[in-house]
């Protein structure tokens, strides 16, 4: 069984910042790509940033410049920095994280999701 639990997110006002946080845990052999969604209501699921094992980033227009995702791989740990937050940002964030057990699976696992309000 593999967990990842997150943390971080909040009310904010706009021009603010929060840094999100998910851990993974269990029968971790390895990991590989790592990453953020976030679903607001009435939306689907969309993508917010990615990296790779080699550190290789990507991010979804809305957030170039705003936002920075990064990665502890000695915690099994993935972070999102989010600066200038906005009111449109306001989402159900979950992390993804894709895990190699040792019993040589391989699959995606979401966490659990973090609410990020941005209102005056």
């Known amino acids: 069984q593999v967990q990842l639990v997150e943390s971080g997110g909040g009310l904010v006002q706009p021009g603010g910042s929060l840094r999100l946080s998910c851990a993974a845990s269990?029968?971790?052999?390895?990991?590989?790509?790592m990453g953020w969604y976030r679903q607001a209501p009435g939306k689907q699921r969309e993508l917010v940033a990615g990296?790779?094992?080699?550190?290789?980033?990507n991010y979804a227009d809305s957030v170039k410049g705003r936002f920075t995702i990064s990665r502890d791989n000695a915690k099994s740990t993935v972070y999102l920095q989010m600066n200038s937050l906005k009111p449109e940002d306001t989402a159900v964030y979950y992390c993804?994280?894709?895990?190699?057990?040792?019993?040589?699976?391989?699959?995606?696992?979401w966490g659990q999701g973090t609410q990020v309000t941005v209102s005056s």
């Open positions: 993804i994280v894709v895990v190699t057990t040792f019993e040589e699976r391989i699959d995606n696992y």
């Open positions: 990296i790779t094992v080699g550190g290789s980033t």
């Open positions: 269990g029968s971790i052999f390895s990991i590989g790509a």
